[in-house]
């Protein structure tokens, strides 16, 4: 295992290049950050471009400051050769834009710059903000309006719809704010085709009318959260969250919890009960031994395949409302919180331990995250309720086991690609691969009693750790990963665990003396 490859970047503006060249977008939150303006027709005559004839080509009309093609190093002006590959000589602007969208999240585009007084004669600079949203991305979300209920406050008669998603009440909602809401929207996403509401009406309406006017509201929020770029937006979070007066005529919810093969325990609890209340209330209610309960954990099941463990002072109803990356019945989950294998083995006499611990192993080898390598089989046998220990006592022993498998991100430990950190109890992991995911041969491997510090970064959002190398100076290793506060609790676990190992071997050696 050799030593990350590390970089730094160079100061200094960058250049406009005049003669064409490959740039690489990735998109963020703002999306590509540039407007294509250009020929709306097929064909053309050929036109000299610092001295070389083309055909008529689409161009970079305006880039957002800062945004993902100005960092790529994309000018106003850039005249556009080629889109992920395809020539685009000639092509309409509707061709160039379908191009574009197709690419996903990271776009090449082949460009050739013009000086920056030849773009400000040919063309003025836009005015208008620079927005290029992408409405194509679609997502499904078991959004609904199952219902409604009349309402009489303040000597107001009114009637409020109830919104759900995936069977978890998020709000309540009254007519007039559907109006508002689809008046904002359509102020924020100017190209987007928005569906009709239901009508206005001027009397009141029969329980037949009512019914209609749910079923309408709920097409509705099902069309417009349909597009991911809409759903996510503040507007429709704002709209989806409960308001004060809903939290304080309802100050007890209903909270699922997934325990084990998605059995899922339900309990009744605070709105504002944080994650430490929330967890004790629901190993109580399954029955786990109090000396195993710092053992375990709740987790928040998040987007690519991945669970993090929710922070003792979060609040689990907030993330239980407002978490659209799934559509089962919820995102909060019971699991392992611990990576000592003797110490997991001591468990088992717990047998609502084992049984957790099980069930979580199945799900770990079913999702490809342990190496079962020609042992499928021989854990496919043993994959009963009789024969748990056996089970755990095999998959123990596997590559992968017991590990928190991260999602890709940037690191300073490569110039180019994405790392995925691998965090175990003999060491932690970086795995090389692509910025899109797909893994690479390099594995580089830090034992732990290698690592000399590790910290966060509040304000840069990522981890940081330091490790000592054989005859040369210590380094420093970052990693841009969106779960940095995880990464670091999981090294402040293992710290931890390490401590226990280090107490016992000076227990045992203090008895052998006395012996």
Not at 98 to 123: F, H, M, N, Q, Y
Not at 480 to 489: R, T
Request: proline letters at 4%; hydrophobic letters at 40%.
């Amino acid at each position: 295992m050799g030593d990350p490859d590390f970089y730094s970047h160079k100061g200094g503006a960058l250049t406009r290049i005049l003669e064409p060249h490959v740039v690489t977008i990735h998109k963020t939150e703002t999306g590509f950050g540039f407007n294509v303006r250009g020929q709306v027709s097929e064909g053309g005559n050929l036109k000299s471009i610092n001295g070389e004839l083309y055909a008529p080509l689409q161009h970079i009309s305006a880039v957002l400051p800062g945004g993902a093609a100005e960092v790529a190093g994309v000018f106003r002006g850039d005249r556009i050769l080629e889109v992920n590959g395809v020539s685009v000589e000639g092509s309409t602007h509707k061709q160039v834009v379908d191009l574009i969208k197709s690419g996903g999240d990271s776009l090449t585009l082949t460009v050739i710059s013009l000086p920056a007084s030849e773009v400000d004669r040919l063309e003025p600079p836009e005015t208008g903000p620079v927005q290029y949203v992408d409405y194509s991305e679609k997502r499904s979300l078991p959004i609904t309006v199952p219902d409604y209920r009349h309402v009489q406050e303040a000597g107001e008669k009114f009637v409020v719809f109830n919104v759900f998603m995936a069977g978890r009440h998020l709000c309540s909602r009254r007519y007039r704010e559907f109006v508002d809401l689809h008046n904002c929207l359509k102020r924020e996403f100017v190209g987007f085709n928005f569906p009709r509401l239901p009508g206005k009406w001027p009397f009141a309406l029969s329980e037949q009318q009512l019914d209609s006017r749910r079923r309408g509201l709920e097409i509705y929020l099902e069309r417009v959260c349909a597009v991911r770029v809409i759903a996510e937006s503040e507007i429709i979070q704002d709209f989806l969250t409960e308001s004060e007066e809903d939290i304080s005529a309802s100050p007890l919810v209903d909270l699922k919890v997934i325990v084990m093969n998605e059995q899922i325990v339900s309990i009744k609890t605070k709105r504002n009960a944080n994650a430490s209340e929330v967890y004790k209330i629901v190993v109580q209610k399954i029955g786990l031994l109090p000396e195993n309960w710092e053992f375990f954990a709740l987790f928040e099941i998040v987007e690519h395949n991945f669970e993090r463990k929710v922070q003792p002072t979060e609040f689990p109803h907030s993330l239980y409302i407002a978490n659209y990356s799934t559509a089962a019945a919820t995102c909060l989950a019971l699991r392992k919180w611990l990576f000592h294998p003797k110490v997991e083995a001591e468990l088992q006499s717990d047998q609502v331990a084992l049984s957790l611990l099980f069930h979580q192993a199945v799900e770990d080898v079913n999702r490809g995250f342990v190496s079962t390598k020609d042992r499928l089989h021989q854990l496919k046998s043993l994959q009963d309720s009789c024969k748990m220990t056996d089970y755990l006592a095999c998959v123990r022993d596997m590559d992968g086991y017991g590990g928190v498998v991260f999602p890709h991100c940037g690191s300073d430990a490569r110039k180019e690609g994405h790392v995925v950190p691998v965090v175990s109890f003999d060491a932690f992991r970086l795995q090389a691969c692509r910025e899109d995911g797909g893994l690479e041969d390099q594995v580089i491997e830090f034992a732990w009693d290698t690592i000399t510090t590790y910290e966060l970064e509040e304000e840069g959002m990522s981890f940081m750790f330091q490790y000592r190398r054989a005859g040369k100076p210590d380094r420093w290793v970052r990693i841009y990963s969106h779960f940095f506060v995880f990464l670091f609790e999981c090294f402040e676990k293992i710290q931890e665990e390490i401590g226990w190992t280090r107490q016992l071997e000076e227990h045992n050696k203090g008895e052998e003396e006395v012996l």
